[in-house]
């Protein structure tokens, strides 16, 4: 059983950033797919931002040019860089990890919220 833990929200200001953190309990090799989602009060969970095994990366359209997704395989950790953070951007931030073989896990989740 693969545990993700996600840290690094908290409440910030319009304009601001944050560093999401997933870091994960066991090895990344066999992972194919790491995402980010959220899932804001009264809304359905969306994909916020993906990277795959190669390194590939793609982003839901209301946070390109905002979010940065990487990932460090020696560290099993996946980061989520928001910037210019909006209103718009409140909810809880989730991590996913997808495998090979089609396992899927994820974290229990990590609220940011943007607020003056």
């Known amino acids: 059983q693969v545990q993700l833990v996600e840290s690094g929200g908290g409440l910030v200001q319009p304009g601001g950033s944050l560093r999401l953190s997933c870091a994960a309990s066991?090895?990344?090799?066999?992972?194919?797919?790491m995402g980010w989602y959220r899932q804001a009060p009264g809304k359905q969970r969306e994909l916020v931002a993906a990277i795959t095994r190669s390194g590939s990366t793609n982003y839901a359209d209301s946070v390109k040019g905002r979010f940065t997704i990487s990932r460090d395989n020696a560290k099993n950790t996946v980061y989520l860089q928001m910037n210019s953070l909006k209103p718009e951007d409140t909810a809880v931030y989730y991590c996913?990890?997808?495998?090979?073989?089609?396992?899927?896990?994820w974290g229990k989740g990590t609220l940011v919220t943007v607020s003056s």
């Open positions: 996913k990890r997808s495998d090979y073989g089609g396992m899927d896990y």
């Open positions: 066991r090895s990344m090799f066999s992972v194919n797919v």
